[in-house]
């Protein structure tokens, strides 16, 4: 059964660093997402993508935050300058389409010091 | 804005117990309600979900929830627990029109043998 990936499964960086986190949609999946689990908190949306644009955002989604899907495969969210409570598991997720079940994948652990 | 309620943050069974886990959303328009259950170590997995139609729906691993759209809910049961349902669970709703899925805070199963 087709997975989504994500690599790396546990990130440390220091606090003003920047981080790439990746992720590898099911294949004929054309909408894709980003969430994340602050410890002891809800799982929250950050922003979905498709057809090359954001087509919608949170509030957390802000200016030092970017996804982008650099080739066929790989979807990333980029965090330019890292703050202490950026510290969270990052959900990636894909679907078919708008309206059809989001398939997670296993989580990148971000650690900010 | 949207909204997701989990009454029950940790509960414990034994083995043959029934289990009824409930989940009350916020939102005035039409929904999509998803359970998703993320065993110990692994990823997030659909276990049901709810667009249109029977408001009964049935799952894997012998689960079903009911909608109710009078009172806002979309509880999750299954009749005999087993160990193997030791988990989190979580209820997620998507409001038709919006591509985000708002997540509660998820109940902890613990299922003794």
């Known amino acids: 059964e087709p997975e989504v990936t994500q690599t790396p499964s546990h990130q440390v960086t220091q606090m003003g660093q920047e981080v790439i986190l990746r992720c590898v949609p099911i294949?004929?999946?054309?909408?894709f997402y980003w969430y994340r689990q602050i410890l002891g908190q809800k799982v929250e949306f950050l922003v979905s993508?498709?057809?090359?644009?954001?087509?919608?955002k949170s509030e957390i989604f802000d200016d030092q935050f970017s996804v982008e899907r650099p080739d066929g495969s790989n979807f990333t969210l980029k965090i330019r300058s890292t703050k202490l409570e950026d510290s969270a598991m990052y959900f990636c997720?894909?679907?078919?389409?708008?309206?059809?079940?989001?398939?997670f994948g296993p989580g990148t652990r971000l650690t900010v010091l | 804005a949207q909204s997701v309620s989990q009454h029950n943050h940790h509960v414990i069974l034994s083995e043959a117990a029934s289990l009824e886990l409930g989940c009350n959303y916020s939102y005035g328009g039409t929904v999509n309600l998803f359970w998703y259950v993320q065993y110990p170590g692994q990823h997030l997995q659909l276990l049901l979900k709810y667009f249109s139609g029977d408001p009964l729906v049935k799952g894997i691993k012998g689960f079903e929830a009911e909608f109710i759209k009078s009172k806002f809910s979309f509880n999750l049961r299954k009749p005999s627990v087993q160990w193997s349902d030791t988990a989190e669970y979580f209820c997620?709703?998507?409001?038709?029109?919006?591509?985000?899925?708002?997540f509660g805070t998820g109940t902890r199963l613990l299922v003794s043998p």
């Open positions: 294949s004929n999946h054309l909408y």
């Open positions: 993508f498709y057809n090359n644009e954001i087509s919608e």
């Open positions: 997720a894909s679907s078919e389409n708008h309206r059809d079940t989001q398939y």
């Open positions: 997620a709703v998507n409001a038709v029109g919006f591509q985000k899925l708002v």
